[in-house]
């Protein structure tokens, strides 16, 4: 009898099994049979799917029938409703008569569907896009999954700001992170090297913010610059265009949008925003990489500037969670800035990391207030947190203990697991990285969210985990996609199948599927790295 390896199912489901009586004969006469409105919908995406990807058009019905059917089945189950398996889990059962799908909530209906299109995309005919006949009928084997996420933040991040992508691409990105059941994109909107949210009460934020005259040739640190210009935002009407999409998918979009640091762009389109007595300081869109010294004053002009950006932020994006960045603020401008100083004394701050405390704490009293949560990167624990905010472990480890110790919420994006900017193999092979270190799918795969140092309610502070792809060296969707898979495969399996993974002959059984999902990869079009197992 087959394993469940021979399914190249990416994530892996966390119970498979084979029933062995017969099989299930997809054809242009299969039904698809809803009970209400939202199953429709989720019905509603498969039919799409299937015409695109195979070139069928099945039919609805709301009325029960008892063979050739897809049924979607939504029921509440006596499960603790406040549990993953609750909201986002689902049952597949194939059997030669019907596919069932059934779930309490309409997210583990399209989890669900996300593996029936794996299944279907297994077939000889899908591996060869060039093929330009349809098939007459598919056949699935008869069996049984039950299956459910192991964490609730299941992330991939984009760093539109280094380099801009447009629309189309996003959409894109999207429907991949959705077919391996991801439901977070965290979105980078704004850095030193250009702004990419438009703001209709601070327009030059994109007339001048989004736009800069050349960009850094070669590693960090060099002299040598390209003199072409690199420019592009995303009107709000894009956002909620995007936002509308990533909601039928299923997936939370968390915007970032960076403070009090990587604020050149902004500081170019606004000056005052900066520190104004430092002299000789740049009100240029940045053109390198690296951590720029220009940080935003601490005055209360900038705070409302900036409550006003995040007022337009909230009204475009529904998340739960706002980014605000908080990395990497070099504090030397506040130390030298003689206003920054007065208004440190001002506000009782003792030093300059009190004085970031300040600002962040300001933000997110401000979010609250709006029944929103603030989430920033690890370095907002320096100088005190406040209640309720959470972190973004990137530098290791390590801030995500400290702040599941003080009873934060973390996800963990450690650079040395989950940045997907790394090379993948010998640099002397692989295009230009921002980073020396290797990075490849085994220890993507291999890596714990929860830290072995956390203990009892500690580790459920850990909301999950998430792929970072920042994008200084990666100017086209092709490399993008070149950069984040197979290593976002992996990831999937760690936040989705969590510990069950190590079954089915863990890494070894892993590399088996992924080998047969890559032809998945190849079909849709993926601009994947080919040889994952070569360093």
């Known amino acids: 009898m087959r394993s469940i390896n021979s399914f190249n199912l990416v994530p892996k489901p966390v119970k498979f099994e084979l029933s062995g009586e017969g099989e299930f004969n997809l054809s242009g006469s299969t039904v698809l049979v809803y009970s209400n409105e939202e199953s429709k919908q989720v019905a509603n995406f498969l039919s799409q799917q299937i015409s695109e990807r195979i070139g069928m058009q099945l039919n609805f019905s709301d009325a029960q029938k008892e063979s050739n059917v897809i049924n979607f089945v939504l029921e509440s189950s006596a499960q603790d409703q406040s549990s993953l398996q609750y909201k986002e889990g689902y049952s597949l059962q194939i059997t030669s008569n019907s596919i069932q799908i059934k779930a309490n909530k309409p997210a583990g209906l399209f989890y669900g569907v996300q593996t029936l299109l794996q299944l279907l995309l297994s077939s000889d005919f899908l591996s060869t896009p060039t093929s330009t006949s349809q098939p007459s009928s598919l056949k699935l084997p008869s069996l049984n999954i039950l299956d459910y996420p192991r964490f609730s933040w299941r992330g991939i991040h984009l760093d539109v700001c280094r380099h801009f992508f447009p629309k189309s691409f996003l959409f894109r990105y999207l429907s991949l992170l959705a077919f391996h059941k991801f439901n977070t994109f965290h979105l980078h909107l704004t850095e030193d090297q250009g702004w990419r949210f438009q703001s209709l009460k601070h327009p030059n934020l994109t007339t001048i913010g989004s736009t800069r005259s050349s960009t850094l040739i070669g590693p960090g640190g060099g002299s040598t610059f ?60 940045w053109n390198a990489w690296g951590v720029n010294p220009n940080v935003f004053n601490v005055e209360q002009t900038t705070i409302q500037f900036l409550q006003d950006i995040l007022d337009e932020v909230l009204a475009i994006f529904p998340s739960k969670y706002i980014h605000i960045g908080g990395d990497e603020a070099p504090k030397d401008q506040w130390k030298a800035s003689a206003l920054a100083q007065k208004r440190m004394k001002e506000l009782g701050c003792k030093d300059e990391d009190e004085l970031q405390s300040w600002f962040i704490k300001t933000m997110d009293k ?145 590399s088996q599927r992924l080998e047969g999902h890559l032809q998945r990869l190849s079909t849709l079009g993926v601009n994947y790295r080919r040889d994952f197992q070569k360093h």
């Open 226 to 285: 390209d003199n072409v210009t690199v420019e592009g935002f995303y009107s709000q009407d894009d956002l909620r265009e995007l936002v509308s999409f990533a909601a039928t998918l299923f997936i939370n979009i968390v915007p970032e949008i960076e403070m009090p640091g990587h604020a050149q762009a902004a500081i170019a389109a606004y000056p005052e925003l900066g520190n104004t007595d430092i002299p000789d300081r740049s009100t240029t869109v």
């Open 366 to 510: 401000y979010l609250t207030s709006k029944g929103r949560v603030l989430i920033g990167w690890d370095e907002i624990l320096e100088g005190g947190l406040a209640e309720g905010a959470v972190v973004m472990s990137w530098r290791g480890d390590e801030g995500g203990i400290a702040a599941a110790k003080a009873k934060h919420d973390v996800v963990m994006t450690p650079g040395y697991a989950l940045y997907f900017d790394h090379y993948q193999g010998d640099p002397k092979t692989e295009p230009l990285a921002i980073r020396s270190e290797i990075l490849d799918v085994k220890q993507v795969w291999n890596y714990w969210p929860v830290p072995k140092e956390l203990v009892g309610e500690e580790k459920n502070r850990v909301l999950g985990a998430q792929g970072q792809v920042w994008t200084e060296y990666m100017k086209t969707g092709s490399h993008v996609e070149y950069m984040l898979y197979p290593r976002a495969c992996a990831l999937s399996e760690v936040v989705w199948t969590g510990e069950s993974r190590s079954e089915d002959g863990g890494y070894e059984g892993f």
